[in-house]
């Protein structure tokens, strides 16, 4: 089974950037599309950003969008999400998730199969 392992996250001030990296292991990833999610408290989940299997398509959701860069390096089995002018509407906890498709499709986290612990963002004024 597939194990995705978030790192990266932190307390910043408002205007910092941040560069999370998700590890996996039990699989390579160059097959799938990759996705960052995140929750902030008393929240629902939320959508941030997905790349598919080969990266030359990306999406983002409208609050980072000009914001955040989602990427990945398939050798190294690694995805990232560079994080610029963070705002403290950005605190929260962020996931790694995969499902199994080449393309993207409509974002959906009930579709995304693996799921890392999350790491904690927090974003002072």
């Known amino acids: 089974q597939m194990q995705l392992v978030e790192s990266g996250g932190g307390l910043v001030q408002a205007g910092a950037s941040l560069r999370l990296s998700c590890a996996a292991s039990?699989?390579?990833?160059?097959?799938?599309?990759m996705g960052w999610f995140r929750q902030a408290p008393g929240k629902e989940y939320e959508n941030v950003a997905a790349i598919n299997w080969n990266g030359d398509m990306t999406y983002y959701e409208a609050p980072v969008k000009g914001r955040f860069t989602i990427s990945r390096d398939n050798a190294k089995n690694t995805v990232y999400l560079q994080m610029n002018s963070l705002k403290p509407e950005d605190t929260a906890v962020y996931y790694c998730a995969a499902k199994e498709d080449h393309e993207l499709g409509v974002i959906d986290l009930r579709d995304f199969n693996s799921w890392g612990q999350g790491t904690q963002v927090t974003v002072s004024s």
């Open positions: 039990g699989r390579p990833i160059g097959v799938l599309t």
